[in-house]
């Protein structure tokens, strides 16, 4: 799959857009009461990129607040 679009330059992020099949903003405030601030609007979640340690936490609080 091209993540591209087309694009050719550099693709250097903090960050990526996730669409996890639920409401973005419910799931910020749920990630909140964890202390771990996401940003979303309604459909796509932004996660911004952190230490190994931080994005693990993300991932673990994440599928604890999805039931996955």
Partial sequence: T?????YEGSLD???IFVDLQTDS???C???QQFGII???DYDYTRISI???KQNQRVI???K???GK
């Fill in 2 to 6: 091209d993540l591209t679009y087309g």
């Fill in 13 to 15: 992020t903090n960050f």
């Fill in 25 to 27: 903003m419910k799931l």
């Fill in 29 to 31: 405030e749920k990630m």
């Fill in 38 to 40: 996401l940003r979303g």
């Fill in 50 to 52: 952190g230490t190994r």
């Fill in 60 to 62: 673990e609080k994440l």
């Fill in 64 to 66: 604890e607040v999805l």
